[in-house]
């Protein structure tokens, strides 16, 4: 049962453009969302966050949109840029479940020059 | 570089061995994660320890344990290995004990069970 999804495992843009990343969750207790970047041979780095309480976070190139109704958020990269190319992973806690983070499976952006 | 240090970062044993996994934390940081990535996977979450005591478990299986010494490191101890408990092992730290923005993740240690 998998609580975080991530239905594009990959997505291809052009350097300049936007880069949009979905993620679907399941469980009304989640109550933080996190994206993740991960790069081969490395562990994941936190990107950016958003709390429940909010729709919208931005950091730079990097916003991120929560809606809860729908129990969907999306990380938005403007422009993206060829060093964005990694694997994105969505993920989500819950204050009842001892914050532990739970992760979507991930989506693997290339941008092309 | 995260901080965060893992040991080995290769590993590859038989079927039925028993491994220790190694982490150390970022300097200062109570908290260690540990999480599992098998192939083509998402993260999995195992265990969290917070100064030495075991706060929440994920889906880490019996043949499994976990502890945090009084220096704060953590081993992640995998026995009778099975050829399915190949995969990156995470760990993570962060310096109170619930998760949150500050989780800095090591390299992580591949484990191949042959």
């Known amino acids: 049962d998998q609580q975080v999804k991530q239905n594009s495992p990959s997505l291809s843009v052009q350097e300049g453009r936007i880069s949009i990343l979905n993620c679907d969750y399941t469980n009304s207790m989640f109550d933080y969302f996190l994206w993740y970047k991960k790069y081969p041979a490395e562990g994941p780095t936190f990107l950016i966050s958003i709390s429940s309480i909010k729709d919208k976070n931005e950091d730079g190139r990097f916003t991120v949109f929560l809606n809860k109704s729908a129990k969907h958020l999306s990380l938005h990269i403007v422009p993206s840029q060829p060093g964005d190319s990694a694997v994105y992973f969505c993920a989500a806690s819950a204050k009842n479940a001892g914050n532990m983070l739970t992760f979507g499976g991930g989506t693997r952006l290339m941008v092309k020059p | 570089d995260s901080g965060v240090t893992q040991t080995p970062k290769h590993l590859i044993t038989a079927t039925g061995q028993r491994v220790t996994l190694r982490c150390s934390p970022r300097s200062g940081d109570l908290s260690v994660y540990w999480y599992q990535q098998s192939l083509d996977q998402g993260l999995q979450f195992l265990i969290h320890y917070y100064n030495g005591e075991e706060r929440a478990k994920g889906n880490i299986l019996e043949r499994f344990s976990a502890q945090q010494f009084p220096d704060l490191h953590s081993e992640l101890n995998l026995s009778s290995l099975e050829l399915g408990d190949s995969a990156l092992y995470f760990c993570?730290?962060?310096?109170?004990?619930?998760?949150?923005?500050?989780?800095?993740f090591g390299q992580g240690t591949r484990l191949t069970v042959v």
């Open positions: 993570a730290s962060s310096a109170r004990g619930q998760v949150n923005t500050e989780a800095f």
